[in-house]
Nanobody, 115 residues
Framework: QVQLVESGGGLVQPGGSLRLSCAASGSILSINTMGWYRQAPGKQRELVAA???????NYDESVKGRFTISRDNAKNTVYLQMNSLRPEDTAVYYCNVDIVIGVLWGQGTQVTVSS
């Protein structure tokens, strides 16, 4: 059984930084794309950033230049470094991992940007 464990959310002031982590564990043969989504209250879940197995990345326009996605294949872990956070970044952040035989979602971690 494969599971994802997220960590790193919390409360931060505008302009601050947070780093999210998502580790996959279990019987994993291969991982394709890993990504981060977010869902704010009353809104649909949206893609924030994704990284392929070849380390190609893509970002939502609203986070370009502020967020950086990376992965450690030896640890089956994906990270999201979030800098210059804004109140509109407040949401539950979910990691998403394509393990070839299926797609997994993390349990979600709350990020709140407020003074």
């Amino acid at each position: 059984q494969v599971q994802l464990v997220e960590s790193g959310g919390g409360l931060v002031q505008p302009g601050g930084s947070l780093r999210l982590s998502c580790a996959a564990s279990g019987s994993i043969l291969s991982i394709n794309t890993m990504g981060w989504y977010r869902q704010a209250p009353g809104k649909q879940r949206e893609l924030v950033a994704a990284i392929t197995s070849g380390d190609s990345t893509n970002y939502d326009e609203s986070v370009k230049g502020r967020f950086t996605i990376s992965r450690d294949n030896a640890k089956n872990t994906v990270y999201l470094q979030m800098n210059s956070l804004r109140p509109e970044d407040t949401a539950v952040y979910y990691c998403n991992v394509d393990i070839v035989i299926g797609v997994l979602w993390g349990q979600g971690t709350q990020v709140t940007v407020s003074s």
